[in-house]
């Protein structure tokens, strides 16, 4: 390899601070997932019923803050630059998750979950900082590092909430707070502002809008019918980060450690299909037929979930559970085959908020609906209510994929 050669290839600081940025923004995610039980029955003095829908309306809290605030810190990004949005981003990251673990009451945990998501809607300054960083023909390679750096903050955030909430389920929210603080000191030695005076634009409200995005399916033909299948496989799919803690713990009596290392296995095989397997089989079978059988998958292993007797029963179940990972990314190069050249952005933004709207509707309906049956008024105990409601909306989303031939909504070859 050339001397020029390795320079194209080698990534610069400031591009690795972003990465950096994207995979703390998982890792804070991930990481209070496991001890989120614990706490909440500490600070709410509830039980876990209870603290299964405190843990919905958290979550809820964190959705809809990120689904208002991340077009919102873009916008702000093109206005004053991406260096004070990211940088003060980390900064309040950092001290959000002080505020999370010194919090003395419940009201404080919700403040926190607030603030986490204002922080922690920068992907959006960070990928723009990219594009401004790197030209078209090399996006690709950077953009798929931001996934990957996703995929391992998703796998990593849980094992060390699980491991440091051994010691004390506010432990892991002192060892977030570290790494955004010294994330956010990287940041000011080696990041400097990669937006030109020249190609800033004033800010608009009605540019940092969410629901602008959401209305513009109507100007995209073909992807209504898409669309509502990816919702309601987003929503499905999310049943696991939404009551997977609370289910373990109450059903199976797992302890965070054990809770953090289930989900780092799931993010894990999910990493290893959608590396190895999603490809060799959209080239075999198409992206609709991949799409069905990841989602049908799905929908099995919640029901198996549903009615999981044994903890090593769960723990097996996550083999099969994983090829579950098929389904995103077939459906999303389905609605990409519905752009032009000149609309993938459009698309793709628009994917992105049905994901954020997903994260919204996953905790008004599995949350509450495991409190109920596991709650004193509830006719009978069932831990698996949540799951069996989630393999109904993914057999749905499976029944409307199945049916999109007929209905002429079927991708362009």
Do not use: C
């Not at 540019?207 to 209504?224: D, E, F, H, Q």
């Amino acid at each position: 390899m050339t001397a020029q050669a390795h320079k194209e290839q080698a990534i610069p600081p400031a591009i690795r601070f972003l990465l950096s940025t994207i995979l703390l923004n998982a890792i804070g995610f991930g990481i209070i997932i496991p001890v989120m039980p614990e706490l909440v029955m500490d600070l709410g003095d509830a039980s876990l019923s209870e603290a299964t829908a405190i843990g919905g309306s958290l979550s809820l809290l964190y959705a809809a803050t990120q689904f208002v605030f991340g077009p919102l810190a873009g916008n702000l990004s093109d206005r004053f630059g991406r260096r004070p949005v990211l940088l003060g981003s980390l900064f309040g990251f950092s001290a959000d998750f002080l505020v999370l673990a010194f919090a003395p009451t419940l009201g404080w945990l919700y403040v926190g979950r607030f603030l986490s998501g204002i922080f922690g809607a920068s992907n959006a300054p960070a990928q723009s900082a990219i594009a401004d960083l790197v030209p078209p023909d090399g996006r690709p390679r950077l953009f798929g590092f931001i996934g990957a750096a996703f995929g391992i903050g998703f796998v990593i955030g849980p094992v060390i909430g699980g491991l440091l909430g051994e010691l004390g389920h506010r432990v892991p929210f002192f060892a977030a707070a570290a790494l955004a603080l010294t994330n956010f000191i990287y940041g000011m030695i080696v990041f400097p502002e990669t937006l030109k005076p020249e190609n800033r634009r004033s800010f608009d409200w009605r540019r940092a809008n969410p629901v602008g995005s959401l209305l513009n399916v109507r100007k995209l033909p073909g992807i209504l019918p898409l669309a509502i299948v990816y919702m309601l496989w987003q929503v499905a799919s999310l049943i696991y980060p939404m009551i997977w803690n609370f289910y373990t713990y109450g059903r199976f009596g797992w302890t965070s450690g054990m809770v953090g290392l289930s989900l780092a296995g799931v993010g894990l095989g999910m990493a290893l299909v959608q590396t190895f397997v999603t490809g060799r089989l959209v080239r075999t079978l198409g992206e609709r037929k991949a799409a069905m059988l990841g989602i049908g998958i799905g929908a099995l292993s919640m029901l198996a979930y549903a009615f999981a007797p044994y903890g090593w029963l769960a723990l097996l179940l996550i083999i099969p559970m994983v090829f579950q990972g098929l389904a995103q990314p077939a459906l999303t190069a389905m609605m990409s085959r519905r752009a032009t050249a000149d609309t993938q952005g459009e698309v793709q933004g628009f994917a992105s908020s049905l994901m954020a709207l997903g994260s919204i509707i996953a905790p008004s309906v599995f949350n509450p609906l495991l409190a109920w049956f596991t709650g004193p008024a509830a006719p009978v105990e069932f831990w698996g209510a949540a799951f069996l409601a989630a393999a109904v909306i993914a057999g749905l989303a499976l029944i409307l994929l199945w049916q999109m031939r007929s209905l002429g909504a079927e991708a362009r070859p």
